[in-house]
């Protein structure tokens, strides 16, 4: 059981590698907060142009409406002041000050939930999640299952070739891994792109 904090804010962090569930649970998380009748914002990186510019949709369609930002400054003018749960997608994509930003908002009475991938495509922390995770109060790690073997999967693994960190995943893209199947993978068809 989490114990509920009272008149203060706080930082929850979902992470895992896609397909984990991570916009499903966050998307759990804030409608329960709108059934409380709290003033909730939603916000993704306007990189994520996957599915709708205005809901966050997971891989299994659940939807809840969103607003796409560019950047940091942009979401900061998009916040209303009554606002009392701040829900972000896809945290690790958003560059500069976040986590100064989610404290900030934490620190005067806010409940902030983010959720991103800890790992990029090489099994490297990604962006600013290493430091969310030592800030935050609450932390859910979520796994998927291993496309290759059934196994619980922490790790995403990038079917295609390119070095960019940041590219932007689709199903086809992408596969939830193992520890075994995602070096086996590397080790086997695809050397040169990974290092450990
Ligand atoms: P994330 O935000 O972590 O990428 P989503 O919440 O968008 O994940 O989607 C999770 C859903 O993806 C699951 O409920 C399931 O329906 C679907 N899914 C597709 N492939 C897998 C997989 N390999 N492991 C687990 N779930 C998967
Ligand atoms: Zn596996």
């Known amino acids: 059981m989490i114990l509920q904090p009272r008149d203060v804010g706080w930082i929850e962090v979902i992470c895992g590698p896609m397909f984990s569930g991570k916009t499903e649970e966050l998307i759990r998380r804030l409608k329960r907060a709108s059934y409380a009748r709290q003033n909730v914002q939603i916000f993704k990186p306007d990189i994520d142009d996957r599915y709708e510019a205005d809901s966050l949709v997971s891989h299994s369609q659940v939807m809840l409406p ?3 930002v560019a950047s940091l400054e942009e979401l900061r003018r998009a916040l209303s002041p009554q606002v009392e749960v701040i829900g972000i997608d896809e945290v690790q994509f958003f560059t500069g000050p976040v986590v100064e930003f989610c404290e900030e908002m934490a620190d005067s009475g ?28 609450y932390i859910t790690k979520l796994m998927a299952i291993c496309v290759r073997c059934g196994n619980p999967a922490h790790r995403s693994y990038r079917l295609a070739e390119d070095p960019q960190q940041v590219l932007v995943g689709t199903a086809d893209q992408y596969e939830a891994r193992c520890r075994r199947c995602f070096r086996t993978g590397y080790s086997s068809s695809n050397p040169s792109s990974h290092t450990t």
């Open 110 to 137: 806010r409940r902030v939930v983010v959720a991103g991938l800890d790992q990029d495509y090489k099994g490297e922390p990604f962006g600013s999640m290493p430091r969310f995770l030592s800030v935050a109060e």
């Open 66 to 68: 969103s607003v796409a």
